[in-house]
T-cell receptor
Framework: QKEVEQNSGPLSVPEGAIASLNCTYS??????FFWYRQYSGKSPELIMS????GDKEDGRFTAQLNKASQYVSLLIRDSQPSDSATYLCAVGGTSYGKLTFGQGTILTVHP | GAVVSQHPSWVICKSGTSVKIECRSLDFQATTMFWYRQFPKQSLMLMAT?????????EQGVEKDKFLINHASLTLSTLTVTSAHPEDSSFYIC???????????????FGPGTRLTVL
């Protein structure tokens, strides 16, 4: 059983729409949660981090965390073609700094 | 802030040779760095955890004698792929742990990656 699972893609949304990316995790002791964006052929780039239940907003991005449901999501408002990438959900547990990554969700924003 | 560099960005080598990849944290000190490998259209695979001044911790299935890791300072970790073979061709990415001001948890910041092709 995978420890971090992301909603299966690919996900395709029209420009200007809201893209919703979901992630569940199995370790209840997880303490830190991250969303990374990875363009094809490039390394991951940190978008958001969240540590406590609720919402965290940064520009067009909103991360949501529900520890009781072991669920974390990323909303992208006013999606742009430049948002087209693979989005990786990463969860940090008790091991110092170590992350467990989901398999990634490919997002395509079409004009 | 929290910039991580890797060198080289790409390398092509002959089978049997060794290749060294450097990972540097440019504007912070990193006690812990990580090395990942990524094959086309696959997710990141953690190879090892590199801790400054101590031996690296390798993930199951990763040969420590083939992938030598040295973390000699708080800003530099190196990965040496020894006796490289075509199946070692991959995208190697390092990350460095940094604790942003105001937080109590480390965040991983990734280097740009090194694309290795073994002929």
């Amino acid at each position: 059983q995978k420890e971090v699972e992301q909603n299966s893609g690919p996900l395709s949304v029209p420009e200007g729409a809201i893209a919703s990316l979901n992630c569940t995790y199995s370790d209840r002791g997880s303490q830190s949660f991250f969303w990374y964006r990875q363009y094809s052929g490039k390394s991951p780039e940190l978008i958001m981090s969240i540590y406590s239940n609720g919402d965290k907003e940064d520009g067009r991005f909103t991360a949501q965390l529900n520890k009781a449901s072991q669920y974390v999501s990323l909303l992208i408002r006013d999606s742009q073609p430049s948002d087209s990438a693979t989005y990786l959900c990463a969860v940090g547990g008790t091991s110092y700094g170590k992350l467990t990554f989901g398999q990634g969700t490919i997002l395509t924003v079409h004009p | 802030g929290a910039v991580v560099s890797q060198h080289p960005s790409w390398v092509i080598c002959k089978s049997g040779t060794s290749v060294k990849i450097e990972c540097r944290s440019l504007d912070f000190q990193a006690t812990t760095m990580f090395w990942y490998r990524q094959f086309p259209k696959q997710s990141l695979m953690l190879m090892a955890t590199s801790n400054e001044g101590s031996k690296a911790t390798y993930e199951q299935g990763v040969e420590k004698d083939k992938f030598l890791i040295n973390h000699a300072s708080l800003t530099l970790s190196t990965l040496t792929v020894t006796s490289a073979h075509p199946e070692d061709s991959s995208f190697y990415i390092c990350s460095a742990c940094h604790r942003p001001r105001g937080t109590s948890t480390d965040t991983q910041y990734f280097g740009p990656g090194t694309r290795l092709t073994v002929l």
